[in-house]
């Protein structure tokens, strides 16, 4: 049994602020917690991001959809202050993540800054990227320890509560190389989980998987997002786990939104020729 205690986090971090000044949201409507204001992202003449327009709301499960090199993972590793956008304007939380407000002006943030927004953020890759010479205990321990700076005791315990929840309490002074690949994206998603994240990104995380690993991987996160506030961001092509996870699918194309919509909607009747076309041979592979 999963102690849903255990998921639930409190969504925390500063309260939205506005997404763009002058522009309040309207009353009722809770202020995005993610936003790309006109973002681009440009390598040469390859236009990546084209002056994105993206918002998710607090506790909003996005499923984000697309052909290949549509810009998916750009969008995730631009929260991640990984990519740095070439134009426009991120908020997480109010906060802008590039920039930093100096009299009332945006000017490109610090690394100080850019490290204490990312603070909100975390994120499961498609490799698990774990630490090869540290146990499945520290690579979950060393961030909240390091960053955070929670003390040992804490952040074992943290850990050790996470490691549980994912089915691995028993798999604490393993190294990753010992794991399978499912038990591998477990451990990533703990230690994403360790930092408290407002908003979770995930980046295909089970197509590394083998197929019959796929499934224990799925469940943890189906959990996650019917038992917590946590925001999720997920990249996938696994439109059954899609549809069941989400309040909203995104379908991008060239770098911008080209189709958005509740689950239902867009898997079952979907309007632009090229979200049509995607989900056929999405479904049909
Ligand atoms: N460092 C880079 N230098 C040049 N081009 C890049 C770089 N990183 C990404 N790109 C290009 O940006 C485009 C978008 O890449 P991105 O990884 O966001 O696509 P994606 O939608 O995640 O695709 P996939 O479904 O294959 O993962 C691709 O054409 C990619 O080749
Ligand atoms: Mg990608």
Redesign the pocket.
Known sequence: MVPPEALTQPVGGAPATGVSPGQPAPSGVPEPIVVFDKVR?T??D?V??DDLDFHVAPNEKVAII????????????VLMTL?KPTGGVVRVGGEPLWHQEVNGKLVPASDRHLRKVRGKIGMVF?HFNLFPNMNVLRNVTEAPMHVKGLSRSDAKERARELLDTVGLGDKLEHFPGQLSGGQQQRVAIARALAMDPDVLLL??VTSALDPELVGEVLNILRKLAHETQITMLI?T?EIGFARDVSDRVVF?DK?RVAEEGPPSQIFTNPQNPRTQGFLKAVLQH
């Open positions: 992202k390598y040469g390859l990546v991001l697309g052909p290949s090199g549509s810009g998916k993972t750009t969008i995730l590793r990519v498609q980046d295909e990249v092509h991008f770098g």
